[in-house]
């Protein structure tokens, strides 16, 4: 069983994780904090940042903390964010790729693309890209995506509905943004091995878990999914990929119940659409033209 006891010391590592002033994002950073690390605690707004932090402090610890604005529905906003730390940082250990969005009203990003597509994948494709050097001369360096078993609701990614020119299911697009996460982090691993770069690309996903990215959805809904685990404990499988010193590269880790959403961290296997090689690189190949980003 897997806790936040196994957490190695984190002491000198400088850490992102986005997302990080609530829920999963928000554990996720405290509990690095609360290792020794310096976390940036990257979220749409100084204040939401600042109101985290303050919480955060509360708990004693040798880590430190770091205000970063980041708004993850917009493309170039994104960048301004990664041109930012690179001016201030020479290192990054972990880049955790928290932040999310589920079942908003039909909406786009700055750039026309389904907001939940484009949040919840395509920002950190970009994100990842943008800081990818920065990376690969770190020791160790870990890429961390977050997906959702609702991944295994969908086959394939339509590339021609992306910003919603066909029709619009909220739980659709979720399901795909989440498949496209696992995507990315196989294509990631493939890319950075033929590179011949040190990453690790790994996948995480929370179970069911009491966060805010349900404020769209229905108490009824929220009901549907039986026991919801803390947020403490369902941010557990994402600080297992992000620290445990036996993670391999894009492996995914959950939960590891017998329903799979509940539970102590542990490698949950993919399914044939998560791993697809053809798939995966048409997926990577869409996020360097939207992006414009060529990486490793």
Not at 29 to 40: F, N, P, S, T
Not at 117 to 134: D, K, P, Q, R
Not at 139 to 159: C, H, K, M, T, W
Not at 224 to 245: C, H
Request: charged share 20%; proline share 4%.
């Amino acid at each position: 069983m897997w806790t936040k006891e196994n957490i190695p010391s984190q002491a000198g590592k400088v850490v992102i994780v986005t997302g990080a002033n609530s829920g999963i994002g928000y554990e996720t950073a405290l509990a690095l904090y609360d290792a020794g690390a310096h976390v940036i605690v990257a979220c749409r707004s100084q204040k939401k940042a600042e109101t985290a932090m303050a919480k955060m402090k509360n708990y004693k610890s040798t880590g430190s903390l770091e205000a970063g604005v980041l708004e993850l529905s917009d493309l170039d906003l994104v960048k301004k964010f990664a041109e930012d730390f690179k001016q201030k940082y020479e290192k990054l250990d972990l880049l955790i790729n928290n932040a999310g969005i589920l079942l908003p009203p039909a909406s786009v990003t700055a750039q026309g693309y389904e907001l939940q597509f484009g949040v919840n994948f395509l920002a950190h494709f970009a994100l990842t890209g943008h800081l990818y050097e920065i990376l690969k001369n770190t020791p160790g360096a870990r890429v961390v995506n977050i997906s959702s078993l609702a991944y295994e609701s969908v086959q394939v990614i339509d590339f021609d509905n992306l910003k919603s020119e066909k029709s619009y299911d909220g739980f659709r697009e979720y399901s795909i943004s989440k498949l496209a996460n696992l995507q990315f982090t196989v294509e990631l691993q493939k890319r950075i091995n033929a590179a011949g770069d040190k990453i690790l690309s790994v996948a995480a996903h929370p179970g069911t878990s009491k966060t805010n990215s349900s404020r769209y959805m229905t108490q009824e809904a929220i009901d549907s999914f039986g026991e919801i685990m803390p947020a403490p404990q369902g941010a557990l499988p994402t600080l297992r990929a992000a620290v445990d010193l036996e993670v391999l590269g894009a492996t995914f880790y959950g939960p590891d119940g017998g329903n799979r959403l509940e539970g102590y961290p542990a490698v949950i296997p993919m399914n044939s659409f998560a791993t697809d090689a053809n798939a995966c690189k048409k997926l990577w190949q869409a996020g360097e033209k939207i992006t414009g980003l060529v990486f490793p």
